[in-house]
């Protein structure tokens, strides 16, 4: 059967929905089991850092160093631990970036200070918010992970 030209891109947004339907419950159940993954293992996260920078080493001195240094060393094995170095010192310092670290810790004049939200500054945060019940209030919580 032969489409006229005019069905054809609805055909195509048709297909998309379609597959969209189909796949999107999936991703939100991997996002779901990559935050769950996430909050077990962030207790050993300095023993799996310390793992990735074994391995890592580990990768280099085989590269480069020795007497057993790979005698088949491509520019792909090169780039590949290349590359594997760099996204893990990237993922090294994102948490510094997010939570501030890099960034300013002021803020803009005129502006209220940033406040830490904390077991000690719960019960005068909600004091404060809920005695400007009159006004409109936005909370934002920013986590880093």
């Known amino acids: 059967m032969k489409l006229s ?21 999936f991703g939100f159940l991997a996002a ?5 993954a996430a909050a077990l293992l962030a207790p050993l996260r300095p023993w799996l850092l310390g793992l990735s920078v074994a391995l890592l080493a580990m990768g280099f001195v085989q590269l480069y160093v020795g007497p057993r ?3 088949r060393r491509t520019p792909w094995n090169t780039v590949l631990l290349w ?32 406040a830490a939200l904390t077991p000690n500054t719960l019960g005068e945060f909600q004091r404060v918010f809920n005695d400007s019940s009159s006004s409109t209030r936005v909370v934002v ?5």
């Open 83 to 114: 590359v594997t170095a760099a996204a893990f010192v990237a993922l090294l310092l994102l948490p510094l970036s997010t939570s501030g670290g890099f960034g300013p810790r002021h803020t803009p004049p005129g502006q209220p200070p940033l």
């Open 5 to 25: 030209p005019k069905l054809t891109p609805l055909a195509a947004i048709a297909g998309a929905f379609a597959s969209l339907t189909c796949c999107l419950p």
């Open 141 to 145: 919580l920013l986590s880093p992970t």
């Open 69 to 71: 240094a790979c005698a």
């Open 32 to 36: 779901l089991g990559s935050a769950s």
